[in-house]
């Protein structure tokens, strides 16, 4: 039985998305070129989610095309990779569609990057390279068919049956960051993971390719923990997953804690995947190089873990207080207190860490001080009795030096 997706198509896209769709429609009918809505859109027209993102697979060169678009339509072409042959190509609307050249992969080492090859491809090939049966799938748009469902493995009966599904036994051998990937449509969507693909998981966790680039890894699950539905930290503890790239997680943690921590503001949402990440990584973090981390995020880790090997210290009085948070990263303490929930981090965070001195350089000099590296001395006795609770006005703080100038002076 053929499937047209024409009302989804009609109904889930706007105008603004239809038109740049049908601009490129018509170029490639001028140029003889088959053309078809490819992956993730077609799944999410199937699923009537939200439309955010077009991609376009091109029985041919994907760049050469743009440049046509760009040549007939006044576009402009965003980015390219030649060695991909895929365009990102902006509309005169504002829309952004990316073209890819349909393209074969051969994988020549378990977990490394492919190879592309073949490019131009017929679509069935194209397909065969993907990781889910769900992306598998493509809409005709061109010649007397358009908008017919082009799928070769039945990833329409898998989107019904609410199942994710591998193409092949040795999908997680070839791409282990596959198995992040199915967590995050399992989470996304609320699918369930297919028994046999379940099992390879379990398979390949129990002998992972130690040697493989954990880069990808990294922005699999950075995408997975941006998902905001619950227990997506246990879903990786659960699975296993988290062995891809530690040993000794973090088994469990008070989210409670995480809920009450953004309240103070410390926490970008965007920084929240990293929290799961430091999460993973705190017990053994001997994989953070081999992660491609970023240096403010070796920091986060290299802060948390020192706060950690100082934790049992007595935390009695404001000034120990103050001097162990006041020079962390605001994610690091986040991170600290989430694992711990030391309480001296609330009240750093309610009663301390605003507490300035006041008083400045030119202000001692104006008191009849010279300059010297005694200034910084003052400074730490001022803020000593600020933390005190004393000298809370500028006015304060000035009497409190005029008086040490007087005992200096006798």
Not at 4 to 32: G, H, P, R, V, W
Not at 68 to 89: P, Y
Not at 269 to 294: G, P, Q, S
Request: proline share 1%.
């Amino acid at each position: 039985m053929s499937i047209f997706l024409n009302n989804e198509f009609d109904c889930m896209l706007t105008d603004e998305m239809k038109n740049a769709i049908y601009q490129a429609i018509s170029q490639s009918e001028k140029a003889k070129i088959n053309i078809y809505l490819i992956g993730g859109i077609v799944r999410d027209l199937i699923l009537k989610n939200q439309i955010k993102d077009i991609d376009i697979a091109v029985e041919g060169d994907a760049v050469c095309f743009a440049e046509k678009l760009v040549q007939h339509l006044n576009c402009e072409i965003i980015s390219a990779q030649e060695n991909l042959r895929t365009a990102k190509v902006k509309f005169p609307s504002g829309i952004e569609i990316d073209f890819a050249s349909t393209r074969e992969e051969q994988y020549l080492d378990s977990g490394m990057l492919p190879v592309a090859c073949n490019f131009g491809c017929e679509l069935e090939k194209d397909v065969k390279r993907r990781d889910f049966t769900i992306n598998t799938l493509a809409l005709i748009l061109t010649g007397d068919e358009k908008f017919k469902l082009i799928d070769y493995f039945d990833g329409y009966g898998d989107i019904s049956n609410k199942q994710i599904k591998i193409l092949h036994d040795k999908s997680f051998i070839d791409d282990p960051s596959r198995i992040i990937r199915a967590l995050k449509f399992k989470k996304r969507f609320d699918f369930e993971i297919e028994q046999n693909t379940s099992s390879l998981i379990d398979e390949y966790l129990n002998n992972i390719n130690k040697n493989m680039p954990l880069e990808r890894i990294k922005n699999e699950l950075r995408q997975y923990f941006s998902i905001k539905k619950q227990n997506i930290y246990g879903e990786v503890i659960k699975t296993r997953a988290y062995k891809l790239i530690s040993d000794n997680p973090v088994q469990d943690f008070n989210y409670s804690r995480l809920l009450e921590i953004t309240d103070y503001e410390l926490i970008d949402e965007k920084d929240i995947w990293f929290i799961f990440i430091c999460l993973l990584l705190v017990n053994d973090n001997y994989h953070k190089e081999k992660l491609n981390m970023t240096a403010f995020e070796i920091k986060v880790l290299d802060e948390v873990n020192e706060l950690l090997s100082e934790k049992n210290i007595k935390l009695n009085d404001n000034e120990r207080i103050y001097k162990l948070y006041i020079n962390k990263i605001d994610l690091s303490v986040a991170i600290f207190y989430i694992l711990t929930g030391e309480k001296s981090v609330i009240k750093f965070l309610t009663a301390l860490k605003q507490i300035k001195v006041l008083i400045t350089g030119k202000d001692l000099i104006n008191l009849g001080f010279i300059p010297s590296k005694y200034f910084s001395e003052l400074f730490d006795k001022i803020l000593k009795e600020k933390l005190k609770g004393k000298l809370t006005k500028k006015e304060d703080e000035i009497k409190f030096v005029q008086k040490f100038l007087k005992k200096q002076s006798r």
